[in-house]
């Protein structure tokens, strides 16, 4: 019999049987097996994730107000900075949790004060959105206080790994110092009143440092047991919530074309708008789900860092492409400052970068590149340039967005007809298949 019989009694998350011993017993984090069959997403994580879409939702939100009324540089400067601090603080706790969750009752707490973090975040998007676009200062304090907040969560995580796995003590810590220094940066700059370009500049400067600081305390995403399945499909699960808001960028594009409330004006221009909307964010999906993330992360462990941080420009693009549909829902109800053409550009641009961005990181992944990609990718802009022209040229907006639409189905055709045998070819050649 072993020593002590309720620890064989007791779940994953450290309480026991009915007599009560230990029911609030911490488990060892210890490293997780990168090899592990059958490993996915958990709930928590799934929880996790949906504090998120308030973050992403908000920052797609005040994008897209802030487009509509012409402050076009501003616009882009504060939903970069949005969509970069909410993208670095996801990626640190999903590449954490793949290498060292342990589902007991202080990883759950400690990951609930993240997304108490995440929520103080969203909170503060508003305000710095509308001090970018007064300027004379950037409002950062409440958007900081939500960040710190989730990322000294992070430090405690990880001190808690260095102490109960040994083997990684060296990568935990060097993780600690590292963000504890990004950290007092952040407060300084958000609460000692700096001028405004001192502000930027050091937001640039700290950026920076949140980038690095993986490569600072571990090199290449390579020095914790993170496992390549389950952090491709915990991308995967971040760019769907992240194309969601497409979705929400169509309903509130059509909301009012339908006639408010009563939602019984069908319109050539709502049904444009839905078709647009479903059809952009549908073949959105359909263009990310076809590099099999997993497959390669498995046989190229150390383009993990690449692979991880090469994912903010394609979030960025995703949710700016919801913001654009969002922007043609207020032209089309006469409430921009922005001439049609501008419109189209809000959303074609941001799909032209995600595309790009796809492209490129299958490219870098696979350490080849490809003439048949260089001809989708020439088609796929082509048809976003069509889209453009035709707004110049006068064509409705409804057209113009139908035509956009089609940009990721230039690739979903080239993939489903020659592009997955090819791409089959290219997967053998690192040892996929």
């Not at 990004?182 to 500049?201: K, M, S, T």
């Amino acid at each position: 019999m072993p020593e002590h019989p309720e620890s064989d009694m007791s779940d994953k998350s450290g309480r026991s049987d009915a007599s009560g011993r230990s029911r609030w017993r911490l488990l060892p984090m210890t490293a997780r097996d990168p090899e592990e069959d059958g490993r996915a997403a958990s709930p928590l994580e799934l929880l996790f994730d949906l504090t998120f879409v308030v973050a992403v939702g908000t920052a797609s939100s005040q994008f897209a107000e802030l487009l509509a009324e012409g402050h076009l540089a501003h616009a882009v400067t504060a939903f970069v900075m949005a969509m970069f601090a909410i993208s670095v603080a996801w990626i640190s706790f999903s590449w954490f949790a793949s290498a060292f969750a342990t589902d007991d009752w202080l990883y759950r707490v400690l990951t609930m004060l993240q997304m108490i973090g995440v929520v103080v975040f969203s909170l503060g998007l508003p305000a710095m959105f509308h001090s970018v676009d007064e300027g004379g200062h950037l409002e950062l304090r409440a958007m900081v206080a939500g960040y710190v907040v989730m990322r000294i969560a992070m430090v405690f995580q990880w001190a808690r790994a260095a102490r109960e796995a040994p083997e990684y003590r060296g990568v935990c810590l060097a993780n600690i110092r590292w963000t504890v220094i990004a950290q007092v940066g952040w407060v300084v700059l958000a609460f000692v009143g700096l001028p405004v370009y001192v502000v930027f500049a050091a937001f640039v400067v700290l950026g920076v440092l949140e980038l690095a600081l993986p490569v600072f305390a571990q090199g290449a995403a390579g020095g914790t047991p993170w496992h390549p399945h389950h952090m491709a499909e915990r991308y995967g699960l971040f760019a769907i919530i992240v194309l969601g808001e497409s979705v929400v960028g169509t309903v509130a594009s059509s909301g009012e074309l339908l006639g408010g409330a009563e939602g019984t004006a069908w319109t050539g221009n709502a049904i444009a708008v839905v078709v647009a909307g479903v059809g952009l964010t549908f073949g959105m999906w359909w263009v990310y789900f076809t590099t099999p993330f997993g497959e390669v992360l498995e046989r190229r462990r150390n383009r993990g860092y690449l692979f991880g941080y090469g994912h903010i420009p394609l979030f960025i693009g995703v949710a700016g492409a919801g913001a654009g549909l969002h922007v043609a829902g207020l032209y089309l109800e006469h409430h921009t400052e922005i001439p049609k053409t501008t419109v189209v550009l809000t959303l074609a641009l941001p799909v032209a970068l995600y595309l790009l961005v796809v492209y490129l990181l299958h490219t870098l992944l696979l350490s080849a590149a490809d003439r048949f990609h260089l001809l989708l990718i020439a088609l796929t802009l082509a048809i976003l340039l069509a889209g453009f022209l035709l707004a110049v040229t006068g064509a409705p907006l409804a057209v113009c967005l139908i035509v956009v639409m089609l940009a990721p189905f230039v690739t979903v055709i080239g993939y489903e007809t020659f592009g997955r045998e090819h791409q089959r070819r290219m997967l053998e050649g690192i040892g996929v298949g």
